[in-house]
């Protein structure tokens, strides 16, 4: 019996690939283990090894062919012992399978019908997973830094960052990029893709794993006049280091008297990513917010990435500068702007609304924009804001916001104690208790190290539920 | 064939690497070796002082002094030039008055008044001067080592032709940091000469009682970076040290390792008891191997008369006090400082 070999999945958040390459033909015989065919996606490019024996029966899609779904049959196996006949059968009764297989890959109408088909590969629905699909939320007020009459680029969150990174590389040669795997393997993440290509080894420098010595290097590098990027894997890695980012190089300022800068960004992948469990998971925004001498930034989408990267190198100050792995691959719309540079320290009005106000950053501005949808269905008009800085913190837009809709929500992908929801909760009360016709609630994960099963994942994580079930107890509404 | 001539080898093994040659004592002009006298004779006299006003309440906090140890910053800082950086621990006043700072500005930080290199708000463990190149200062031990190679890969960077003098203790070698920096500087041939100064002790802890390897020298050994022991209390071994290491670094083969043998005379830090060693082996110490005296000897060799001696080092104790006076007088900073140099730019 023919085995069908699907599209697989080479990350939990992989909905479609490019098959690149098939290493076999039709009539080969494989066996386990044999590299059958390349399959790429925006982050890697992968083998995709055979699991059973058998011959090569019928390849059903072909290489070359962009937007493969998950789940695709993409070739056909003759198990062991069929017989060479029934190998020649097989792709005629295929056949008719084949056109519609690729109707649904291309037209992606109805995602339940494809699961439905493809029972094996049905989606787990994990937190993570919740996030990601959240996180198709655009802004729906146009910045108003974007001078009107502008044409915007889709660009994902990955090339926006490595835009950034390369248009400030060739402006001031003292900056460079420093971290594990950031020039010949073109980014852990991709995000630096194709800069060693152009700026060389001098200025794309890929290190030993060893954050502790490599953040040191680099902030060495930055007391004596350059502008290093340091690139972390991800923050988790970067508890290693932090007593460079918290010792070294946010307290030499203050500590010289202001003679001696550390201008250094420290960036990397940050909070929660897709069934990685608690060592790979943690959301460092609270930490280093509550460092003076550090600036803290936590972009959501694509042109706020890349305008406050920019500013990010340029600046004099010391700067955490927090990605989302969840949305790297996530396409926004980015001004196409000569030098798109965008103040540090000021959030930014996502959606306008008039009964409660969602405060968040990063991955939590599109739950927040997805529960401001579903709000509105109930009659809730929501307000939400995107911190974007997280130090230091725009209370000015805050309270703003609070003295209009006079109830409030901080939505945050983290755990609730000591967070930045603690902060806008705090600033609040000093700032704007006058305004509060509610208690501020926060809406955080859970208290807990972040689990891997994907059930408790879910329970462990912030979700758009969460958020609305917040909106309602402070606009008292069932 | 292959295996009669290995069989004959008597010779010894032939190094597989190239390595520095073995530094020789520094031949000093009878003017550079009363300028060794002078700096180390200031060093001594201004720690004195800085001791002094601790005990009067004027110094607070930590505060580490670098008696004994001045022939090693004095031997090596003499050697650099204004393209070299410095960096070291928190035992750090001697090599900042090396680096030209004037006395009234350490001593002034070390009082915590305005008019300190810090403006007060670093004290005597965080100092800097990015004029004189001295990168500090730094508190937290073995943070320096990754920061010197951090200033070393400016140096590179630039192609300015610096050299980072990063100094850590024989405790800072015993950090992890140390060696993920030694690894990157010699993947990276950076130019930095890392300075070990032994003074035996680690707070408490003598070298023995914490260092699997006690020869600290060969601690750059698995990253192929080769290590020098130096005498400590030998200003012109330093000098010679220095030399050999500069041309080592400046000649594009890497970082290399200096293990300057020293002691301090005084505790860890001020408020260090010191029942770890006793008072006999501090005592044998300064009458056998004292620097200044050693330097002092040597001056007289050269036939520098007593007076000459007494006239340096009244002036520098006049320089010392006068440092001292102003650290004392000079006003605390302005309470708005509270709030300035946190960050550099508005936001």
């Known amino acids: 019996m023919a085995i069908d070999i699907k599209m697989p999945a080479l990350s939990p958040t992989m909905e479609e690939g490019t098959l690149a390459k098939w290493l076999v033909k039709e009539g080969d015989t494989v066996k386990s283990g044999d590299i059958m065919a390349e399959i790429e996606t925006d982050k890697a490019t992968m083998e995709f090894e055979a699991v059973d024996e058998g011959t090569v029966g019928k390849i059903l899609v072909e290489e070359g062919t962009d937007n493969v779904k998950v789940g695709t049959v993409i070739m056909q196996l003759q198990g062991e012992g069929e017989e060479a006949g029934n190998a020649d059968k097989a792709p005629a009764e295929t056949k008719e399978d084949e056109p519609e297989a690729k109707t649904k890959a291309d037209t992606k109408k109805d995602d339940k019908v494809e699961d439905s088909a493809h029972p094996a590969q049905e989606k787990v629905e994990t937190g993570a997973r919740q996030m990601f699909e959240a996180a198709k939320h655009d802004a729906e007020v146009a910045d108003p830094a974007i001078p009107e009459g502008t044409e915007m680029v889709k660009l994902t969150l990955r090339e926006a960052l490595r835009d950034a990174m390369a248009e400030e590389m060739r402006a001031d040669e003292r900056v460079f990029v420093m971290g594990e795997e950031v020039a010949q393997y073109q980014g852990a993440y991709k995000v630096t893709q194709g800069l060693l290509d152009e700026f060389g080894d001098r200025r794309v420098i890929d290190t030993p794993i060893t954050e502790y010595g490599f953040a040191g290097v680099g902030t060495g590098a930055a007391m004596g006049g350059l502008r290093p990027i340091v690139e972390f894997m991800t923050f988790n890695f970067a508890m290693q280091a932090i007593d460079h980012i918290v010792n070294s190089a946010a307290k030499t300022n203050y500590m010289s008297g202001g003679q001696m800068r550390c201008p250094i960004v420290f960036r990397g992948p940050n909070g929660a990513a897709s069934r990685v469990g608690a060592q790979h998971s943690q959301n460092y925004g609270p930490w280093y917010a509550s460092v003076p001498g550090l600036i803290v930034i936590a972009p959501y989408d694509a042109a706020d990435a890349k305008g406050l990267l920019k500013a990010a190198i340029r600046t004099e100050d010391p700067v955490v500068f927090l990605e989302n792995e969840l949305l790297y691959g996530r396409s926004f719309e980015v001004p196409k702007l000569d030098d798109w540079v965008l103040p540090i320290g000021k959030a930014r009005v996502m959606r306008e609304g008039k009964d409660v106000t969602i405060v968040s950053y990063s991955i939590g501005v599109g739950l927040a924009l997805e529960a401001a949808d579903k709000l509105a269905e109930e009659g809730i008009d929501a307000e939400v804001i995107d911190l974007r800085t997280l130090r230091p913190l725009d209370k000015e837009t805050v309270l703003k916001s609070l003295a209009k809709t006079n109830r409030m929500v901080v939505a945050e992908e983290g755990w609730p104690t000591c967070s930045i929801a603690s902060e806008i909760v705090t600033i609040c009360m000093e700032e704007g208790f006058d305004d509060l016709d509610a208690p501020v609630i926060r809406v955080c994960n859970e208290d807990v190290p972040l689990p891997y099963a994907a059930n408790l994942e879910k329970l462990a994580l912030i979700s758009s539920d969460k958020i609305i079930a917040g909106v309602k107890k402070v606009t008292y509404k069932k | ?347």
Not at chain 2, 65 to 83: C, D, M, N, R
Not at chain 2, 303 to 310: H, S
Request: a negative charge; glycine letters at 10%; one cysteine or more.
């Open chain 2, 1 to 347: 064939m292959a295996r009669t001539s290995r069989a004959k080898s008597a010779e010894p093994p032939v190094p597989n690497r190239e390595r520095p040659n073995e530094p020789q004592p520094y031949d000093a002009s009878k003017d550079e070796l009363l300028q060794f006298y002078k700096d180390m004779l200031l060093i001594r006299r201004f720690e004195e002082k800085a001791g002094q006003l601790y005990g009067l309440g004027l110094i607070g906090g930590f505060c580490h002094l670098y008696i004994g140890q001045e022939a090693v910053a004095v031997g090596l800082q003499s050697a650099l030039t204004e393209k070299d950086s410095v960096i070291t621990g928190y035992r750090d006043h001697g090599h900042m008055l090396l680096c030209g700072i004037p006395p009234k500005d350490v001593m002034a930080e070390l009082t915590g008044r305005q008019a300190g290199i810090s403006k007060g708000k670093g004290g005597s463990m965080h100092m800097f001067s990015v004029e004189h190149k001295f990168y500090g200062g730094h508190g937290i031990v073995g943070a320096q080592v990754s920061l010197g190679a951090g200033l070393g890969f400016a140096h590179k960077y630039n192609n300015d032709g610096g050299v980072c003098l990063a100094y850590f203790g024989d405790g800072a070698a015993n950090q992890g940091q140390v060696y993920e920096s030694f690894n990157m500087a010699e993947l990276w041939k950076l130019p930095v000469i890392f300075v070990i100064e032994n003074n035996q002790y680690a707070m408490g802890t003598s070298v023995n009682r914490a260092s699997a390897e006690d020869q600290l020298y060969r601690r750059g050994e698995s990253f192929r970076i080769p290590g020098i022991q130096v005498d400590g209390m030998d200003v012109l071994a330093a000098r010679g040290a220095a030399e050999e290491a500069l041309a080592w670094v400046r000649g594009g083969k890497g970082p290399i390792i200096l293990e300057m043998k020293t002691y301090r005379y005084r505790g860890h830090s001020m408020s260090d008891p010191a029942k770890y060693r006793s008072r006999e082996e501090v005592q044998a110490v300064r009458d056998k191997s004292d620097p200044i005296e050693h330097v002092k000897k040597l001056l007289d060799a050269k036939g520098v008369k007593e007076d000459e001696l007494k006239a340096i080092e009244t002036e520098i104790r006049k320089a010392v006090n006068e440092s001292a006076d102003f650290a004392e007088s000079t006003p605390e900073p302005d309470p708005k400082e509270l709030y300035t140099d946190v960050l550099v730019e508005k936001y």
